[in-house]
């Protein structure tokens, strides 16, 4: 009958254990959730190892002068170090959750003499060897051991996102610096021709072709033309240093192409399914951090139940009882404790109803770290697709512009009825039209950078 009642009594904290999921494993929370439910679905998707996410950044970034800048930064730049550390660091703590299932050993040797009333001193020591487990009967060190797990792989995916961003503002940097050279070349090259455009002003005049306004007009533009010069120049310093600091070195000017072939192949930009997402690092890191907090509730549960320690303690020792005695013995000394939480309930209350919050929170930034992904993915594709069709008008208003110039120049130079304004309308359209055309490359450019490392490009 006591047996029956004592299995009785296992079955009930079994069940009453059970229902409080003190031992349950971390699930995504998708009946609370359709977020969470779409992103458990991404997580059982198999994955596509062609698709853009798992490519690496070699695979994407072809030119050899970016790759080389690329090694240098992952090799030298300090926020990547210390997301390694920290990794190092969680990786440390794991560990030691895990060491705590084992019993902590301790050798403690201690002894002693004394003399009362000038008795003879009678030496007493004691070399123990003390042993204490812990017994995880209600998981306390099983919660703690798998938070920690969820913490390493948090630093895991903040290392990767790091990475990333690293990689793609390398890329960024590299081919904004593309782009300016590209506009100060085409800079100098048209104040060339405008340089040679006030000559032919200054000819015209003194062979009676046309009046002063007109030399006035035409050098004024070249000053316009020269005084963008310095802006662009001043623009590629400032790149060039900024390479300098995500490489962690001392400034100085790095070597760029001149080659504007960039592009990611069309089925990799067709569309991001929802998988996409389940690899880019700061969701996964979100997803981690709801996992740990889901463990540090399970923690603050796991607080209302006994702690039950097992200690032990052995060793040699000449003190028996009262008595000294030489040579001494051997001894050893077992005992269980069993400490239940009476007046602190009020207090572990608290810490759970804390915990709870705080979970909450932790599916809230999860939720809006899956929204604010898909947002990038989604600007990042628009962006690509609208660059690429506001190229086409912006090359053929290009080609419409040099015929402009062509046929103006030849009026004013055989039609005189036309003005140098119309001349210097033509040309000053013709220059902004071909700086925006470099600029929307490397918008595009640029999206397509965006759309690697929203996706968490990178590996």
């Known amino acids: 009958m006591k047996s029956y009642k004592i299995c009785a009594l296992g079955v009930v904290m079994a069940a009453a254990l059970s229902s409080c999921h003190i031992y349950q494993k971390y699930e995504l929370p998708a009946e609370d959730s359709a977020i969470a439910a779409d992103f458990r679905k991404a997580l059982e998707a ?7 996410p798992y490519l690496g950044w070699e695979e994407i970034f072809k030119d050899p002068k970016l790759q080389s800048l690329i090694r240098l930064a992952l090799a030298n730049n300090t ?3 210390n997301a390694k550390l920290n990794v190092d660091i969680a990786h440390a703590q794991l560990k030691g959750a895990k060491l705590s299932y084992f019993p902590s050993l301790a050798f403690t040797p201690n002894g002693g003499t004394a003399s009362y009333g000038g008795s003879h001193m009678n030496w007493s020591y004691t070399l ?3 042993a204490q487990w812990e017994i995880d009967a209600f998981a306390k060190i099983l919660n703690r051991k798998r938070g920690a797990q969820m913490s390493y792989e948090m630093s895991q995916a903040y290392e990767q996102a790091t990475r990333s961003q690293i990689i793609c503002g390398v890329a960024n940097t590299y081919y904004s610096l593309v782009m300016l050279n590209q506009q100060l070349d085409l800079t100098k090259r048209t104040s060339e021709i405008w340089k040679e455009q006030v000559e032919t002003m200054e000819l015209l005049k003194n062979a009676g072709r046309t009046n002063e306004a007109a030399v006035v007009q035409s050098r004024a533009n070249l000053y316009n033309i020269m005084s963008s010069i310095p802006t662009l120049e001043t623009s590629i310093h400032q790149l060039n240093n900024t390479m300098s600091l995500l490489l962690n070195t001392y400034p100085q000017t790095w070597d760029i192409t001149s080659d504007l072939d960039f592009d990611i192949p069309k089925e990799l930009t067709a569309g991001v399914p929802v998988s996409y997402l389940a690899v880019r690092p700061d969701v996964k890191a979100a997803e981690r951090s709801l996992a740990a907090a889901y463990y540090s509730t399970n923690s603050a549960r796991a607080a209302f139940y006994p702690s039950i320690v097992v200690s032990a303690q052995g060793g040699f020792t000449n003190l028996l009882g009262s008595m000294i005695r030489n040579p001494g013995e051997w001894f050893i000394q077992l005992a269980g404790q069993l400490t239940a939480p009476i007046f602190s309930r009020g207090q572990n209350i608290a810490t759970l ?3 709870k919050a ?16 898909s947002a990038d993915v989604s600007d990042a594709l628009v962006s690509y697709n609208k660059n690429v069709e506001r190229r086409d008008y912006l090359e053929k208003q290009v080609d419409q512009l040099e015929k402009s110039v062509e046929y103006t120049n030849e009026l004013f130079m055989y039609n005189p009825g036309t003005t140098y304004l119309e001349v210097l309308t033509a040309r000053s359209g013709l220059l902004n039209a071909q700086l925006a055309l470099i600029a929307n490359w490397h918008e595009k450019v640029a999206s397509l950078i965006s759309l690697y490392q929203s996706v968490g490009g990178g590996r």
């Open 353 to 355: 109803e804390a915990a």
């Open 79 to 81: 926020n990547l170090e």
């Open 46 to 52: 198999p994955a596509d190892s062609a698709s853009l």
């Open 128 to 130: 123990p060897l003390a």
């Open 358 to 373: 705080q979970q909450a929170q932790a599916l809230n930034n999860f939720e809006y770290a899956v929204l604010s992904a």
